[in-house]
Structures are given as structure tokens and as C-alpha cells.
């Protein structure tokens, strides 16, 4: 979506994602969406409802709060 | 075995029809997925529609350009026509170029393709409602038009453009507004 959200909700998708070796499409099967949603979700154009946080938390091993958070997380370097 | 094809009959569309659109098997039409051409096709929908509305004043027009032989009439009657065609044809195209997003039903689409939806809906909406008021002020306030005459304008042309655009516009604000289909 090209509006923006009123409030943004920081999130790890992709990096947690990318960890765990699955693609957009995957990652979108698993949880029942289009892949193109799951490229909303990662650049924060669309925030989730609780349900879709909670198949994506299962999903990525995670909990809620370790993906989606009201401040930017930190960036992590890649020293692998 | 092969799994059955639910119509889904109040959206006129069928599980397969939208299943096929959503996916990426019409990988032949990403081109027109496009936001830039999205909006092109949408600005030769609306002129389309225009066109077609002005096709019911035909016989007035007709009358106060002054053309009355029987081969302007075939002329214009095949233009108006194959515009019609056109527009038939820029439909379909519009409702690839958004993956028929604005016709499914619930039950086929994610939340996010839900929500842009029903706001392309309410949008819809409300650009029908301000283009209403505009055309009923127009006709109180607008200009004189009686010099062109009236020589059995019927209307047909103005509700065809009239059905079309309302069918085919949450589509359209869809294929205008939103960044990745």
C-alpha cells in the first residue's frame, strides 16, 4: 500500500527470515498470504493484525515482541 | 481429481478465475502490473467512458454539425461501436493489471489485499457521489445546451458508459493508487 501507516511498527521480518534460509513465497505460504504482502510487511507499509503476527512469530521461531516493535531496532553486523 | 470451481455469484467470478489472477501464472501481463501503466490504462478508460457517454448526444450532435447523410450515420455508428469494444477490452485488461482484487470475495484474499479493497470501495464511492453532484449541477446550472437540439437522444450510450464505469471503477482506483499489485 503507498499510505503510510499513522503510527510505525518497527519490525525484523526479513532479517529473521533470511535466517532461517526461506524465500517471500514461503514464508507467505506458511502463513496464508500473497507473497507481496510479506514484502509490505518487511518494509513496514503495512502493519499485521495480531493473528497474522502471531502465524509469523510461529513461523520465524520468535515471539511477537523479538519481531515487531514500536522502536527501530538496532542493526546487527553480519560478521558470518 | 479435479477439485470443483465454486462460482461465487454475487462478485460474478469463480474460484479459479481469481485463484489464476492472484497467482503468478499471467506472468505474461507483469507489464501491466506496472504503476505507470496502470494509470495509462486507467486514463484510456476514463477517456473511453467519456467518449461512450457522448456517443447518446450523437443524434444532437449530429443534428447541429449538420450531418444527415446515411454514411456519417454508418461511420459514426461503427465508431461508437469499436469504442465500445475498446472498452470492453481495457476492462479486461484493468482487472489483470489488479488481479481482479476488486471483485474477489473475502474468503480468496490476504488481510492487506482486503483492506486495499474496501478502501479502493469507499473511494470508489465517493468519486461516484462528487461526480453526481457535479453532473446534477451541471444540469440546473450548467450551459445552455438546447441549441443542439433534440432529435431522440434515448440515453443508451451515456447508461452503458455509466454501467462500465461503475463496475470497473473501484478497479480503477486500485490500479491508480496502489504501488505493488
Not at chain 2, 482487472?95 to 481482479?100: K, P, S
Given at each position: 500500500m503507498s499510505r503510510q501507516p499513522e503510527e510505525p511498527i518497527f519490525n525484523r521480518i526479513e532479517e529473521l527470515r533470511i535466517q532461517k534460509g526461506l524465500s517471500r513465497q514461503q514464508l507467505a505460504d506458511a502463513v496464508g498470504v500473497h507473497y507481496q504482502t510479506v514484502g509490505y510487511l518487511e518494509r513496514g507499509e503495512y502493519n499485521p493484525s495480531l493473528s497474522l503476527a502471531l502465524k509469523i512469530a510461529v513461523e520465524l521461531d520468535a515471539t511477537v515482541g523479538e519481531i515487531f516493535s514500536l522502536n527501530p531496532f538496532r542493526k546487527v553486523k553480519n560478521h558470518a | 481429481m479435479p477439485k470443483n470451481n465454486k462460482i461465487y455469484w454475487l462478485e460474478g467470478v469463480t474460484e479459479k478465475e481469481v485463484k489464476s489472477l492472484l497467482s503468478n501464472e499471467n506472468s505474461k501481463?507483469?507489464?501491466?502490473?506496472?504503476?505507470?501503466?496502470?494509470?495509462i490504462l486507467v486514463l484510456f478508460m476514463v477517456t473511453g467512458l467519456l467518449i461512450t457517454a457522448l456517443g447518446s448526444y450523437y443524434p444532437d450532435l449530429k443534428q447541429g454539425l449538420?450531418?444527415?447523410?446515411?454514411?456519417?450515420?454508418?461511420?459514426?455508428t461503427i465508431a461508437v461501436l469499436f469504442l465500445l469494444f475498446a472498452v470492453l477490452v481495457g476492462y479486461s485488461l484493468l482487472?489483470?493489471?489488479?488481479?481482479?482484487i476488486a471483485d474477489a470475495?473475502?474468503?480468496?484474499?490476504d488481510e492487506r489485499q482486503v483492506r486495499i479493497r474496501d478502501t479502493s470501495f469507499r473511494t470508489a464511492y465517493m468519486i461516484a457521489g462528487y461526480l453526481l453532484i457535479t453532473l446534477l449541477l451541471l444540469n440546473f446550472m450548467g450551459p445552455d445546451l438546447t441549441f443542439l437540439g433534440d432529435s431522440g437522444n434515448d440515453g443508451s450510450f451515456l447508461l452503458i458508459a455509466t454501467l462500465f464505469a461503475y463496475a470497473s471503477l473501484p478497479s480503477m482506483v486500485l490500479a491508480w493508487?496502489?504501488?505493488?499489485i
Open positions: - | 501481463f507483469s507489464w501491466l502490473r506496472r504503476q505507470r501503466n496502470r494509470r449538420g450531418l444527415d447523410g446515411s454514411a456519417e450515420v454508418i461511420w459514426l482487472r489483470i493489471a489488479v488481479r481482479g470475495p473475502t474468503e480468496l484474499l493508487r496502489e504501488g505493488d
